[in-house]
């Protein structure tokens, strides 16, 4: 077996960014908000398509069409959500009302993430191959609600738990082609971290945050790693605290500056610093990446990540 | 004779590439394995109009179907990559790729015409819908609510509010609403008009005025605003700007938002000042109709302007009462063009207002 060293690059520029952004703010507004979901779909086609790994560029093929789809899904299920709440308002049921908002909130929450998931990695090709997201629904609704029930129980202490729970297995069910992911973060060691980080920021009056930052980073990427059949490869953070003074300084300059215009620089400038900062090394041989995971198109779940505003974070 | 290329192909079942022979003509691109154009063996057909190129530094995939998953790469300054390019080009015109091809100068100034026309729009529209939707009476229970919020934590004067209201009856304040009066014990100089026909009167500003009058152009004032509806209108257009936001511009976020807010809010200080000076126009022509001398709004001012110069500059600048200054000008003016009509005195007035000074 080969030992290797990888690394990932984005190549995108900004003004070819704000152009996109333009265009898709004209058809928008001209469209009164129809066109959204093909504003995003050439969005992240971009973004994508910009990161190159091997000398091969990523691909999301979602369309707009398919999320125009699932945006009206969506929307019909956050009607007939708030008819139902409004009705039991009406009938004074309040709260029973409650009741069935938080019990939905509890059940949309990670059927959104879950379906975001499956829709976004079934569309994300390298080299030809595509990614893929194999948790189970179910599985995932159980692990959401018991991390939501006791992060409240414990007025937020079980958070760390709770996220690292929910990102082992979100990060350990994604595939790329027969090679799968995996994470190995743990709650107590992220508890620790977020402590340490807020009660350092705060003797330093906000200088360690930054270094802080620096930690978090590092506490996801290096706990990831791919692993295809006996071959593994290990992911590394190298970015240091110094490092992120430089981004985060700069990006508030320039998104103060110029009222917020520069916001796609800010955002080709940080994927272009994460990429950076990550290095693969292992002996997974790339090139034979078999392709292995099905195509799925209902993006339902990634729109209504989108009216929660979850985002779409790893 | 057909001109075959090598290219670097990626066959979507694994994940390295292979060289492989291309030809493309007016229908579409035909790829074969091995190095050489065999005719009897087996060749993969693309049409145009499922392929994209996309350009990278250095090298110029094609990606031949919708999925992603089957691509070639061209050899960088390949001499036939342009003929191929205009191939796709050709069968996928999409309004898209029509704008992101102007230049950059003018995608900006289109973005902003649109945008300033939406905005313009909106803020014009929804509130010109609104006020034809919400009657009047709707209006006053809506002020009503406004109104019981707001006295619930207030202490109200409520001898001076009797009296005041018995001095708002003597004069014709308004048509359409029931004007009716609240005097709070606050010692700033203070006045404001709720929707439907609430005025709050603070008695800060009772103590400062001399004669009937000035009280008459306060009233007739603020009157004019309840008249033009202008806190529903100034809700109808927050809302305007909201839906603008939210909905319309959704998430191309960042900028939009930041550009708008500002947008809005030099708009709303004209707008506030615009209301303003109509309200002082419209609150003359009710002292006109009442027989009291439109003077009277000038020495209102005089009260204000004297009060904003003790207060710190940062917050007469972006106040509600903007360019006292301008207002006063204008009132005198108006005042000017009615110095020759001779304004009868007004015993019952008169009265009415020494009982209120006392």
């Known amino acids: 077996m080969e030992y290797n060293k990888y690394a990932i690059s984005f190549q995108g520029n900004g003004l070819d960014y704000f152009k996109i952004q333009l265009v898709n703010m004209i058809l928008t507004a001209v469209t009164l908000g129809l066109y959204y979901p093909w504003a995003k779909a050439r969005s992240l086609n971009y973004l994508y398509g910009q990161s190159v790994f091997e000398g091969q560029p990523f691909v999301f093929s979602g369309t707009g069409s398919e999320m125009f789809k699932g945006f009206i899904k969506a929307f019909a299920l956050l009607i007939v959500f708030y008819a139902t709440l409004l009705v039991c308002l009406m009938n004074k049921a309040e709260t029973a009302g409650i009741i069935l908002f938080y019990g939905c909130l509890l059940l949309v929450m990670p059927l959104s993430i879950h379906g975001s998931y499956r829709y976004r990695f079934a569309k994300t090709t390298w080299s030809g191959i595509r990614f893929g997201y194999t948790g189970n629904k179910w599985a995932f609704v159980r692990l959401f609600i018991k991390g939501a029930f006791f992060s409240i129980i414990t007025l937020g202490i079980y958070s760390p738990w709770f996220l690292m729970n929910m990102r082992r297995y979100l990060v350990c069910n994604i595939r790329v082609g027969n090679a799968r992911f995996a994470y190995k973060g743990v709650g107590s060691e992220y508890f620790l971290l977020m402590l340490k980080g807020y009660f350092l920021t705060a003797i330093t009056l906000g200088v360690y945050f930054f270094w802080w930052q620096k930690e978090l980073f590092a506490y996801y990427v290096d706990n990831m790693r791919l692993t295809k059949d006996d071959e593994t490869m290990l992911f590394r953070a190298n970015a240091t605290g110094g490092d992120f003074v430089a981004l985060l300084i700069v990006n508030l300059l320039l998104f103060i500056f110029t009222l917020g215009l520069a916001t796609p620089w800010i955002v080709v400038r940080s994927l272009n610093f994460v990429m950076r900062h990550m290095v693969l090394d292992g002996t997974i041989e790339f090139d034979l990446l078999r392709q292995e995971q099905s195509d799925y198109s209902d993006a339902t779940g990634e729109d209504m990540a989108d009216f929660f505003d979850f985002g779409f974070v790893i | ?358």
Not at chain 2, 46 to 62: A, D, K
Not at chain 2, 196 to 208: A, F, K, L, M
Not at chain 2, 236 to 262: F, H, K, P, Q, Y
Request: with cysteine.
């Open chain 2, 1 to 358: 004779m057909k001109h075959i290329h090598k290219v670097i192909f990626f066959d979507g079942l694994q994940a390295g590439g292979q060289t492989v022979s291309m030809f493309f003509n007016e229908n579409g691109i035909s790829i074969q394995q091995g190095a050489y154009w065999n005719a009897d063996e087996p060749v993969l057909f693309f049409p145009y109009h499922e392929c994209r190129i996309q350009s990278l530094p250095g090298s110029m995939n094609v990606f031949l179907n919708r999925r992603g998953t089957q691509y070639m790469v061209a050899p960088p300054g390949a001499s036939w990559f342009p003929a191929l390019q205009m191939m796709i080009n050709k069968a996928n015109h999409s309004i898209f790729f029509k704008l992101f091809q102007l230049k950059t100068s003018v995608l900006v100034a289109l973005t902003v015409a649109i945008l300033a026309g939406a905005y313009l729009g909106i803020t014009r529209l929804i509130p010109l819908a609104g006020l034809r939707l919400i009657t009047p009476e709707y209006e006053m229970q809506l002020g009503d609510r406004f109104y019981k919020a707001f006295v619930s934590g207030e202490a109200i004067d409520s001898a001076k509010t009797a009296q005041l209201q018995s001095f708002a009856k003597e004069l014709q304040l308004s048509k359409t609403y029931p004007i009716k009066i609240t005097v709070v014990k606050n010692k700033e100089l203070n006045a404001f008009a709720m929707p439907g026909g609430n005025i709050v009167v603070y008695n800060g500003i009772i103590r400062t005025m001399k004669d009937a009058d000035e009280m008459v152009a306060l009233l007739a004032h603020e009157s004019a605003h309840v008249n033009g509806r202008h806190s529903l209108r100034a809700v109808l257009r927050s809302a305007a700007t909201g839906i603008l936001i939210s909905v319309v511009l959704n998430d191309v976020s960042g900028i939009l938002a930041v550009l708008i807010d500002n947008a809005d809010m030099l708009q709303s200080l004209n707008y506030s000042r615009s209301i303003e000076e109509s309200a002082d126009e419209n609150g003359m022509q009710t002292m006109l109709v009442n027989g009291i001398d439109p003077a009277g709004m000038k020495k209102l001012m005089l009260h204000f302007k004297a009060a904003e110069a003790e207060m710190p500059a940062g917050i007469s600048f972006l106040s509600s009462h903007p360019d006292t200054d301008s207002r006063i000008k204008h009132a005198d003016q108006f005042a000017a063009t009615h110095k020759n009509i001779s304004f009868a005195p007004k015993p019952s007035l008169d009265s009415l207002w020494l009982q209120l000074k006392h």
